[in-house]
């Protein structure tokens, strides 16, 4: 059977009530026990102690001589004066029942003598006030019962000729103690009830709130975000209520930041698409040459850029630039300068070129952003390899007669940050020969991070590139390779930077 | 249907749980504070108490101390003091009160009491009623006040009496005086109810019976019975009657041949000593009566054993019974002895006198005997069987040499019988007794106020006109009987008044 919080707060506070009230009532009941027992031990002792002479006295002075109306007076007054005592008789010396109040009602007795026998007798005789005890033990008055013990009579001597004995009751001792059950079980019961009704609200409290989030909470898992609770308390669950209302409204925002992101993302990636077009989707057929590219976003949008604009069998300018940042602008920047070179793409002269491409990038862009680019072109009749380079990574040139990689010249400005950069630019021409291996590539290659220490390096990549030049392959392979590389230096580790390699093999 | 069946289940369910809850509330803390009248319900079906009594009364004046009269007065009328079921003074119309020395004590009234005629008790009124019991010409009560030698008022509620010597018994004689309104104590008679007690006479129908109603204005707790039948039946047979026929709820001095069919039938019986004792008493005022040797020659011609049971009566040997104070125990048994007695009429020459004995005319059995026995010893009865007021008179005026007399200690005291009917000149003294050194010992008696010599004193009283002066000759005591319906705490006191508001239904 499943309980509720309710049905569960509810038992589990009755529970409580009857344990807390049964214990501290047995504890307490206990307690008073001993505590009335000894009260009447010692009212009692006193008692005894001052009313047996008188006792005695009156028997002497009334019932000795028959008049039992005026002793039967007294008597009764005895017994008014202490509601513990159930009976009182007066006893010889020489151990003759003389008084017994519980049958000599109408007279003095008249019958056989009434003789005292064993240890009653003995108690008779004594000097000092002596108590039979109800587990038969019989103790003088100078020791204690011990706690809780109860008396059945005192033995009294209060002359020389008679004692008096006193029986003792506790009917009214159980009679509060029957009182007492009777009220703690009746103030448990209430104990109980009012548990149960006060469990009742407080749950009530408790759960309407929470059925109030449940209900909430259901709206927000169908989708509605403008689903709230109104809590007028103070405590935790006001503050669960905040809590909740806080999470709805925020879980709104972010699922509407989702799909504005999911917008955003298909749109960059449309953006990419776009991009990717820009991008040779052929590499061109060039006598002398063999090429081999490849571009890597680090987003959806990269900034990196490379163009092949072919202007015959024999001749091939083209180009391998990267905007500064990546992203988005990174990727309209070199969509624009991709369409000015394709557009000024008859120019001869590269410095012109350049220059062309830089001027309207300076006016047309942010100035923030600018453009390193190495520009590059081939004659195969004159197996000519010339480049411009506006600020852009070093190429690495692997020449075949020394078996070994370099660095070709740096040189120029970033295009977009100054006008005119005519005078900044130099045209290079490259002695190659065959088996030549020339690698232009954007920074995200040596900047390729392995982790937060350590990037791929130049080092390492003229290294590779001598490497994979030694061994004859194809640009095509030797791209591969080289990319492989560095991504296995990266190992996994976050790519930060677009990666963007053109390599060209002279054969 | 299930929801409407579920909705039930639930609200009998709420319902039994708010009941229980103020049940419990009600039980724990709210009960000790509402006054339940217990006996509602009992009394509803028995709103009527209906006592059988074997007598009438005589008068509605305070001043008469006749048994059955004052069994009546005592539930109109209320005294300073009234005794208890075991005659210790309590506080009636007096709530407090005190020795200021050896001869005055002073009483604190009872205010805002009222008299069944709406007139407000104070000073007044005890000071009217108490002269009016010492100075009315009818009063039986004046050799009981003689001691009070003088009233003081204090204030409207504080009132001292002064006695001529120090009175032990002061208390017990103003308990016999009931207290009436100033304004009436000066009447001659009192022929309507005018006291405080918690009961009022609304009809009274003589040699049958006096109805009370309940006084709601009573000062202290209302009786549990609205209505009150004192029926009145003198024949035994007759009282019994009607009894067993369900027309009374109580009777009072069952016969005794009767007792064990009554049990027989259901009724509870409760024997008490009825410190009434019965006796002849010798007219001093007579040559007979004065010579010593006619009373003894008598005293051994009675056989007290045919007129004793064994059961119910009791053969005496003195004027008091047993179990009133200044009972005497040595006083010697009574002897029978016809021969004896013969030799006593023989030496005093008292052959053929004629003995004139007046006797109420139920007392035939008692009567014959006598015949039989003087007769026996010589001596020559007359035996004259009277009315009760022709023997009332014939003993107020002392025209017999012998009468039968009967006397309740209703005090509990010897002393009550030494002042009314011993003493030299008192009311009831019918004996015409008058001795000087018996008179000295009863004044000793009255006055002394140490309980063991006081009681020497009486025994010596007692002594003398016993053994000494055979003033009388004890015969017997008896114990009145009482029949309850089963509805009845079997209660009866030492006096054998019933007070009505003192009977007790069953719980």
Same mark, same amino acid.
């Given at each position: ?216 909470? =259901?709206?927000?898992?169908? !989708? @509605? ?11 935790? +669950?006001? $503050? /669960? #209520? ?55 976003? =680090?987003?959806?949008?990269? !900034? @990196? ?11 091939? +300018?083209? $180009? /391998? #630039? ?186 | ?507």
């Amino acid at each position: 059977m499943k309980l509720n919080i309710r049905s569960k707060l509810m038992i589990a506070i009755s529970a409580l009530m009857v344990v807390v009230f049964s214990v501290a009532a047995f504890s307490f009941i206990n307690e008073k026990k001993i505590e009335m027992a000894e009260d009447i031990y010692h009212n009692s002792l006193a008692f005894v102690k001052l009313t047996a002479p008188n006792v005695a006295f009156n028997y002497d002075l009334y019932l000795a001589e028959n008049s039992f109306v005026y002793f039967n007076r007294e008597i009764a007054g005895v017994f008014e004066q202490n509601n513990d005592l159930q009976g009182i008789a007066v006893v010889s010396y020489a151990g003759e029942f003389l008084y017994d109040s519980s049958v000599d009602i109408d007279g003095k007795y008249e019958g056989a003598p009434r003789l005292l026998e064993g240890a009653l007798l003995e108690q008779v005789r004594r000097e000092d006030v002596s108590m039979k005890m109800s587990g038969g033990a019989v103790l003088s008055e100078s020791v204690e019962p011990d706690s809780g013990e109860r008396i059945e009579y005192f033995v009294v001597p209060a002359t020389e000729k008679y004692s008096v004995i006193y029986e003792i009751s506790y009917d009214n001792v159980d009679q509060r103690i029957a009182e007492m059950v009777e009220r703690i079980i009746y103030l448990a019961l209430f104990a109980v009830l009012l548990g149960i009704w006060l469990s009742f609200v407080m749950s009530g409290k408790l759960t309407r709130p929470i059925s109030m989030l449940v209900t909430a909470a =259901a709206k927000v898992s169908q !989708g @509605d975000f403008s689903s709230r609770v109104v809590l007028e308390s103070s405590d935790e +669950i006001a $503050y /669960l #209520g905040a809590a909740f209302n806080k999470m709805s409204e925020d879980l709104g925002s972010a699922v509407e930041a989702k799909i504005f992101k999911e917008k955003v993302s298909r749109e960059l990636e449309l953006a990419g698409e776009i991009q990717r077009e820009l991008i040779p989707q052929t590499l061109p057929k060039v006598n002398g040459l063999e090429l081999a590219s490849v571009i890597i976003p =680090a987003e959806e949008v990269g !900034g @990196d850029m490379y163009d092949f604009l072919k202007s015959g069998e024999d001749r091939l +300018i083209f $180009y /391998l #630039g990267d905007v500064t940042g990546h992203g988005v602008p990174a990727g309209i920047v070199s969509s624009i300068a991709s369409s000015l070179f394709f557009a000024f793409s008859d120019e001869q002269d590269l410095k012109v070129l350049m220059n062309k491409v830089n001027q309207v990038l300076q006016v047309k862009t942010m100035s923030n952003m600018f453009m390193t680019l190495c520009l590059m072109s081939w004659c195969s009749e004159e197996r000519k390899f010339s480049y411009v380079s506006a600020g852009h990574e070093q190429i690495v040139h692997y020449k075949a007669k020394d078996a070994k990689a370099g660095l070709l010249p740096a040189g120029g400005m970033a295009l977009g940050m100054v006008l005119d950069i005519s005078t900044l630019l130099k045209i290079e021409d490259v002695q190659v020969e065959s088996g030549d291996v020339l690698v232009i590539y954007s920074d995200g290659v040596p900047e390729s991070w392995k982790n937060e220490k350590e990037v791929y390096g130049m080092e390492r990549l003229i290294a590779k590139v001598g490497e994979l030049g030694g061994l004859g392959i194809s640009a095509e392979e030797v791209k591969t390779l080289l990319l492989k590389d560095v991504q296995d230096f990266a190992a996994g580790y976050k790519q930060q930077d677009d990666i963007t390699m053109v390599v060209v093999k002279i054969v | 249907m299930n929801t409407n069946w579920g909705k039930i289940v639930e609200k009998l369910f709420y319902g039994t749980f708010v009941l229980l809850f103020f049940w419990v509330g009600f039980k724990l803390f709210l009960i000790d504070y509402i006054d339940f009248d217990d006996d509602v319900e009992t009394v509803q079906t028995l709103p009527e108490l209906r006592v059988m009594f074997p007598d009438h009364p005589l008068t509605l004046d305070p001043v008469s101390v006749d048994p059955g009269t004052r069994q009546r007065l005592v539930n109109i009328y209320e005294a300073l003091v009234k005794p208890d079921a075991d005659l210790k003074m309590r506080p009636a119309l007096a709530t407090n009160w005190g020795l200021i020395d050896d001869r005055t004590w002073e009483f604190s009234l009872r205010k805002n009491v009222k008299f069944h005629n709406t007139s407000v008790f104070d000073v007044m009124d005890v000071v009217a009623s108490i002269t009016r019991m010492q100075e009315h010409e009818d009063s039986e009560l004046k050799e009981l006040l003689t001691s009070i030698e003088e009233l003081e008022v204090i204030d409207d509620y504080t009132l001292r009496i002064k006695t001529f010597e120090p009175d032990p018994l002061l208390l017990q004689r103003l308990s016999m005086v009931l207290i009436l309104p100033s304004e009436l104590a000066y009447l001659d008679e009192i022929n309507d109810d005018v006291g405080t007690g918690s009961y009022r006479v609304v009809q009274w129908n003589e040699e049958d019976s006096m109805i009370f109603e309940r006084f709601d204005d009573y000062w202290g707790q209302l009786s549990k019975f609205e209505r009150v039948s004192a029926l009145g039946r003198v024949n035994p047979v007759e009282r019994v009657n009607v009894f067993a026929a369900g027309e009374a709820d109580i009777l009072v001095a069952v016969p005794h041949e009767v007792v064990g069919a009554l049990q027989e039938k259901g009724f509870v019986m409760n024997a008490n000593p009825s410190l009434e004792l019965q006796f002849l008493l010798f007219n001093f005022d007579y040559s007979l009566g004065k010579n010593k040797s006619f009373r003894k020659a008598v005293s051994l011609a009675v056989d007290q054993s045919f007129l004793a049971d064994g059961e119910f009566v009791h053969t005496v040997k003195q004027f008091v019974s047993a179990g009133v104070f200044g009972f005497n125990p040595r006083i010697a048994e009574h002897e029978f002895d016809l021969e004896k007695a013969g030799d006593f009429v023989d030496a005093a020459r008292l052959n053929g006198r004629t003995v004139k004995i007046h006797l109420f005319k139920n007392l035939k059995v008692l009567g014959e005997e006598l015949r039989e026995k003087l007769s026996e010893i010589g001596l020559k009865p007359i035996i004259s069987y009277l009315e009760l007021e022709d023997y009332l008179h014939s003993l107020e005026k002392g025209k017999s040499d012998i009468f039968f007399v009967g006397f309740r200690g209703d005090l509990g005291d010897s002393a009550d019988f030494f002042d009314q009917a011993v003493k030299s000149g008192a009311a009831q003294n019918f004996a015409n007794f008058e001795k000087d050194y018996v008179d000295e010992l009863i004044a000793e008696a009255s006055m002394e106020l140490d309980s063991v010599s006081r009681r020497n004193a009486l025994q010596k009283v007692m002594k003398a006109i016993v053994e000494d002066e055979l003033i009388g000759v004890p015969l017997f005591e008896y114990d009145l009987i009482y029949a309850f319906r089963d509805l009845f705490d079997a209660f009866v006191r030492v006096d054998n008044v019933i007070y009505f508001d003192e009977i007790k239904l069953k719980q």
